[in-house]
């Protein structure tokens, strides 16, 4: 069923059809909306958050409605997974309809116990989220959270995931902005070195925020953005759907709710029809929210793969892509990097793996 729908979502992509008979492979979802620290460059310092959590009712209707095509959930969002008290039944609930989960964590809360407790659970992937290699820039950007204590969290979850042998994916991931722009050497340095870390990530900040003034120009709209027809969809944690997860950040509207339709009349509304089709004719810049992102666009080649193989090994094969983007130029051209005002070129993404 997964394959057939991924076949689907494909021709659709390629014959550039607004209407699909297929539903997105990936979801982002936001089982919370609460947080405890502030960072700058962060969307919920400009979009308010209520201190609610997604309900059981809206997280399993989308689970049982997806069950059958989605294979990959990201449980994340605006707010910090770990203050979901049922956070850890949500990936079991996820496993149990054979969808793989991803968390990212701002670590102040990854204590031994929540530790163990999430090591216990089938989660297959892990960013933790770690803005600098010294204490000035990341508790600049990590306001509210310490240094050495996050670092030590860290530290400790990955080494008691490297002594239980554990096959989930742990990545260590900086995002680059003006404080720490000097620091990358020292912060892979470091987290290479750490026992049970899998990878090293630096991207680029994707928000406007720190940056407002960036977005796409003209020539990146060659291609039509994978989101609208792959996904990931963002639901937000009352069910509210969103294209994907810049649409809600850019104040774009939801294209529908879950549980007040289906998904499938979701993902073909009139709105995401619309969206779809402006893409298709390379007219995507007049879509306000797409203008302003600053989210690459892959080539067709590399949408094609990502539909070709299953989520899991799409995510086993997208650090090897963008580390090839950091280093050569051709898949540059591949992926179509929205610009930026100081980043270099090469600076869009890098990856490293752990050494042996």
Known sequence: MRAWNRARLL??????????????????????????????????????QPKEDMTDAVFERLVRESGESAEHMMLIGLGEPLLDPKIYDRIEFCEK??????????????????????????LEHITLSFDGATAESFEFYRKGARYERVRDNFVRFA?????????????????????????????ERYWRSVPGVDQTRVKADETNLMNPEGGHAPADFAHPCHYLW????????????????????????????????PLAEIFNSPAMQEMRKLHAEGRAGEIGICAKCRTSIPH???????????????????????????WTRMPLRLLRPAKQARPQARDLVRINGQKD
């Not at 990545?171 to 404080?179: G, I, L």
């Open 159 to 187: 080494g008691m995931k490297a002594r239980l042998k554990s096959k989930l994916q742990v990545v260590v991931q900086m995002v680059r902005m003006e404080k720490n722009w000097d620091e990358v050497e020292d912060f």
């Open 230 to 261: 792959r996904g990931p969809m963002y639901i937000k944690h009352n069910g509210d759907a969103y294209p994907c997860c810049q649409s809600y950040m850019l104040d774009g509207a939801p294209v529908g709710r879950i549980g007040e339709q």
């Open 300 to 326: 067709p080649v590399l949408v094609a793969g990502s539909l070709i193989f299953h989520g899991r090994t799409v995510r086993k094969l997208l650090p090897l892509v963008e580390k090839l983007a950091y």
């Open 97 to 122: 309809h054979r969808i793989s989960t991803l968390l990212s964590t701002n670590g102040t809360l990854l204590d031994e116990k929540a530790a163990a407790r999430l090591l216990a659970t089938p």
């Open 11 to 48: 021709w659709g992509y390629l014959t550039r059809k607004p209407r699909l008979n297929a539903l997105p492979v990936e979801y982002i979802v936001e089982t919370t909306a609460k947080c405890n620290i502030y960072c700058p460059m962060c969307p919920r310092e400009t979009h308010k």
